[in-house]
């Protein structure tokens, strides 16, 4: 598992350096998307624990909102990558986007837990950072300019947005 990290972050320095090489870090098939969700769930479980060694426990309920409001990143991240797939003339698999992105996704839930245990408040910065990573995993995935913008919008404003929803929803009852 710490080998395909190391892929990982090799493959995402190498997209984020606009090297055309980067697919060869990553597995893109049915292994490489359960290697990805691993890592998002540790990833996640770490943020979770990160976040109780500053703010306690909180009660059963309270936990299970937690758990689904971090799922809800993968649930943006796939309708994102659905859009874009089904919008454009994008003739690859959709594991060019969701594999790296499941990475970049438990990436940026390690650190927003970092900063909720340093008390830092990082939120707004940690989704338009998600956004134009998003963008430039568009960009090296061939898509032009605006389908790439759109990418990185469409998962800024559903990572910002769906929280919102769970929140209202629970609200309402």
């Known amino acids: 598992m710490l080998e395909t990290l190391k892929q990982a972050v090799s493959g ?7 090297q055309p090489d980067w697919e060869r870090h990553f597995r893109l098939d049915a292994e490489g998307m359960n290697t990805g969700l691993v890592a998002f769930g540790g990833a996640v479980l770490i943020a979770i624990v990160l976040a109780t060694l500053r703010l306690g426990f909180p009660p059963p309920f309270a936990m299970l909102l937690i758990v689904i409001q971090h799922a809800l990143a993968l649930f943006a991240l796939m309708i994102a990558t659905l859009i874009v797939t089904r919008l454009t003339s994008f ?3 959709s594991a060019k986007f969701m594999v790296p992105g499941l990475y970049l996704m438990a990436a940026m839930k390690l650190i927003e837990g970092l ?15 998600t956004g134009i990573l998003g ?3 568009a960009q090296a995935n061939g898509l032009p300019l605006a ?17 919102i929803a769970l929140y209202m929803l629970v609200n309402a009852f």
Not at 115 to 129: F, S
Not at 148 to 156: D, S
């Open 12 to 18: 995402w320095s190498k997209i984020l350096g606009r």
């Open 91 to 93: 003739s690859g698999s």
């Open 115 to 129: 900063a909720t245990l340093i008390g830092l408040p990082l939120a707004g910065a940690i989704l338009a950072i």
């Open 135 to 137: 963008f430039r995993l």
């Open 147 to 163: 389908a790439a913008i759109g990418y990185g919008l469409a998962l800024f404003v559903l990572l910002a947005v769906l929280p």
